[in-house]
């Protein structure tokens, strides 16, 4: 190989390298544009984290909190169940009392069912002693019908007598007016009419006391 052509390889293999020179800067600028980029996505991640670790601190605070919570809920837990065996044992005494209660009741209403039959005693008698006073007060209207019509024969009598005696209109004589005393007619009617209706209470008096 002569020199000329030694010469042009070396100029080709120096074009080459300038070439691979310019693709290395090439290279090499790509690479500072992604060192770039990934200090960029560094910062980026550095404030990612630390808005992680400030979630993550909130999240801490809100787990005590929630612990906290949690363990008021369990006081609550406990006080509720003890208000439940409390209820428990006022729910098995008023079950008791119930029970104590409806055995009263029970024994009120044979007691009521033994008084229903002794006011179904009591008005059978009621009613027997009914049937009795309309008996008797049948007898005394009876009785008051025969005292009516005796009535009226004495007045009929009072009504003969006067009229069949003269000093009778001037008071001074009658039936009963033996003495020829002032207004005798009226006093012999009061004394009749006092004797009948002693006469009528004797006798409702007997008939009531009979019967």
């Not at 837990?77 to 065996?85: G, Y």
């Not at 207004?183 to 002693?198: H, P």
Request: charged share 25%; net charge negative.
């Amino acid at each position: 190989m002569n020199l000329d052509e030694k010469i042009m390889n070396l100029n080709e293999n120096i074009m080459n390298l300038d070439e691979k020179i310019m693709n290395l800067n090439e290279n090499i600028m790509n690479l500072d544009e992604k060192i770039m980029n990934l200090n960029e996505n560094i910062m980026n991640l550095d404030e990612k984290i630390m808005n992680l670790n400030e979630n993550i601190m909130n999240l801490d605070e809100k787990i005590m909190n929630l612990n906290e919570n949690i363990m008021n809920l369990d006081e609550k837990i406990m006080n509720l169940n003890e208000n439940i065996m409390n209820l428990d044992e006022k729910i098995m005494n008023l079950n008791e009392n119930i029970m104590n209660l409806n055995e009263k009741i029970m024994n009120l209403n044979e007691i009521i069912m033994n008084l229903n039959k002794e006011i179904m005693n009591l008005n059978e008698n009621i009613m027997n002693l009914n049937k009795e006073i309309m008996k008797v007060n049948e007898k005394i209207m009876n009785l008051n019908k025969n005292f009516m019509n005796l009535n009226k024969k004495i007045m009929n009598l009072n009504r003969f007598i006067d009229n069949s005696d003269p000093k009778t209109f001037d008071g001074r004589k009658n039936f009963f007016n033996e003495n020829n005393s002032e207004f005798g007619s009226f006093n012999s009617f009061t004394i009749m009419a006092f004797f009948i209706w002693m006469t009528k209470h004797m006798i409702c008096k007997y008939y009531f006391y009979k019967y």
